[in-house]
């Protein structure tokens, strides 16, 4: 019973940080999609069109109103969407994570020994705990929007350093060196990834070409 229970935690957790990953991802992409992609630049698709001069001699003979039309239609078109707000994105996948959250509490927790449970302090308790919730989850979102996915994943995982030092320090508890390699490893291969990142983007002189 011992271990299957250790197995059934140690998939929830690991499946935690997996969806966890992904949902900043996912997160980071629509505040700045700008930081996934450009749009293909090149002779193509700069050349203006041979109908262009034609087009243009018709929209200057033509009415205020079809020529704003035709103005806009001679416009470039862009494919990139705009980026959402912090609360916008809150507002998104509010109602989604609280469907989850419903879900795991009635698969895991039994609902008529909570209620019963459920006394005034521990009221106010919950109360605190949401007040909280909502404001790490404003300040996570305004992280994620200014610095991106990688370093929020960074940020996050010196938060549980910290958190758990405070805890050592004041509570006496203890910390398992398993915890502290997992972080460094965690940290080491964010590092390694973001090295790599910033080496792709650097700019190359004439001089240092390999001829």
Known sequence: ADSQAQIQGLSWAVGALAFRSIRVVLQDSLMSPKAYGEAPAGPAASAPSPRAPAEQRNCEDAPEGARQKSRGALEPQTEREADISGLHLIALQSPAVV???AIFMFATENVGDALHALTVPVFRMLVVTIVIAVCLNCVGATILKELGSTS???IGKLNTVV???VSMAFFHESLPIAVLCGSAVVLVGVAIFELGEK???WPFSEGSKVK
Do not use: E, K, R
Request: glycine share 0%.
């Open 99 to 101: 469907c989850v959250s």
């Open 152 to 154: 929020m994943q960074i």
């Open 163 to 165: 958190t758990t030092a």
């Open 199 to 201: 080496t792709s983007q």
